[in-house]
């Protein structure tokens, strides 16, 4: 079956407090944004890749393409406003006869076993949306008040959200809601159920300049086990 990997790389790297988006700052020597393509093309040699990218900074992601020597499909589309419209942009693009993975650009420490598992959940169920369950004590908050849940039921969510591309494609069609955060969402509100699978807790969505460093203490970690 056709792979697409749509990366959301929309960011322009505010939290992070760099002038150049985090998608971009390299780690070991390379860019995240190459960390994380690199995962899906050692997965998967015959996935197409849709890159999704803030406007001003598609040239720069196509320079790096084409000195990475990657000779994977690769496109370039512009981001919207919101998530939704970015993912929606880049699903365009997509074959409705495809399994579809959509996926932060700045979650370079997903593994091979990650993206295999949720293809393959993906082709049985129609989704596969990766979540681990919370270690921290979680209270919700109504108001005033304040009560604490059973962290066990509580579950973070991660991405590669991986579906048959044919559904996401249809749930697209919905007008944006403030409550599409994710993709996941946009499916159940069309009426579909959406399937979790088990992520990992190293599958970290880098943000901050302390995320950049526990990335690099992770890769350097797996590179001297190789």
């Excluded at 999704?52 to 084409?66: F, H, N």
């Excluded at 969510?157 to 993709?183: G, H, M, V």
Aim: proline fraction near 3%.
């Amino acid at each position: 079956m056709k792979k697409t990997a749509i990366i959301v790389a929309g960011g322009t790297g505010q939290r992070m407090g760099t002038a150049l988006p985090k998608q971009f700052l390299a780690i070991e020597g390379k860019s995240i944004l190459l960390h994380t393509i690199g995962q899906f093309v050692t997965t998967f040699s015959d996935i197409n890749f849709i890159i999704v990218l803030p406007a001003d900074y598609i040239q720069e992601g196509q320079a790096l393409i084409k000195a990475s020597g990657l000779i994977q499909s690769f496109q370039f589309v512009a981001g919207g406003d919101t998530r939704f419209q970015s993912v929606k942009n880049g699903l365009a693009q997509a074959d409705s006869d495809a399994i579809v993975f959509v996926h932060d650009a700045v979650r370079c420490l997903l593994t091979p076993d990650l993206i295999q598992r949720c293809y393959q959940q993906a082709i049985e169920k129609g989704s596969a949306i990766p979540s681990v369950s919370s270690t921290d004590t979680i209270r919700i908050t109504e108001g005033t008040k304040h009560h604490v849940v059973d962290r066990a039921n509580v579950m973070m969510i991660q991405t590669p959200q991986t579906f048959n591309a044919a559904l996401l494609k249809k749930a697209f069609e919905q007008a944006y809601q403030p409550a599409f955060t994710d993709e996941a969402n946009v499916l159940e509100a069309s009426g579909k159920e959406v399937y979790l699978i088990e992520g990992e807790y190293e599958n970290i969505k880098i943000t901050r300049p302390l995320d950049l460093a526990i990335a690099e203490y992770i890769l350097a970690k797996r590179g001297s086990k190789d």
